[in-house]
């Protein structure tokens, strides 16, 4: 089995004080990781699954584009799992056998995996609204 994996680190999280060389790294280690630990016997959503929970683990965040490629030489088998825009092509003999395709959110916002501390990003609060005040929409 020959297993790669490619991970772009999203540069403006660094707004939020993230580093996306982190995240992407420790991405792409943990579906090493798992890969090894499985031995090819799960989905390929599953291993992202197990090592976003692995990144989690690690108190690292961030997100980041994902493209893994799983080849089994014996039987000639290409599994592959592509989030956003990193992608891979697979060519023979000058010809272009296979290809991913991008995944973008309106316009050119790739999809991404992303994970990120709620306590962080987020705020809440409440206020109590009366109906003869307020015009609610």
Do not use: W
Request: charged share 20%.
């Amino acid at each position: 089995m020959l297993n790669k994996g490619l991970s772009d680190g999203v540069s403006g999280n660094r707004h939020h004080g993230l580093d996306p060389y982190k995240f992407a790294h420790q991405l792409i280690f943990s579906c090493s990781e798992e890969t090894d630990r499985i031995q090819g016997s799960s989905s390929m959503r599953g291993l992202v699954h197990r090592a976003i929970r692995c990144v989690e683990k690690h108190s690292i965040f961030g997100s980041a584009t994902l493209c893994l490629l799983s080849i089994d030489k014996h039987c000639s088998y290409l599994r592959s799992l592509n989030i956003g825009d990193s992608g891979f092509m697979l060519i023979r003999q000058n010809k272009l056998i296979i290809r991913s395709h991008p995944q973008y959110h309106r316009g050119s916002s790739p999809f991404q995996l992303s994970s990120f501390p709620t306590t962080q990003l987020f705020t809440s609060n409440s206020t109590r609204l009366y109906h003869d005040k307020y015009v609610l929409y």
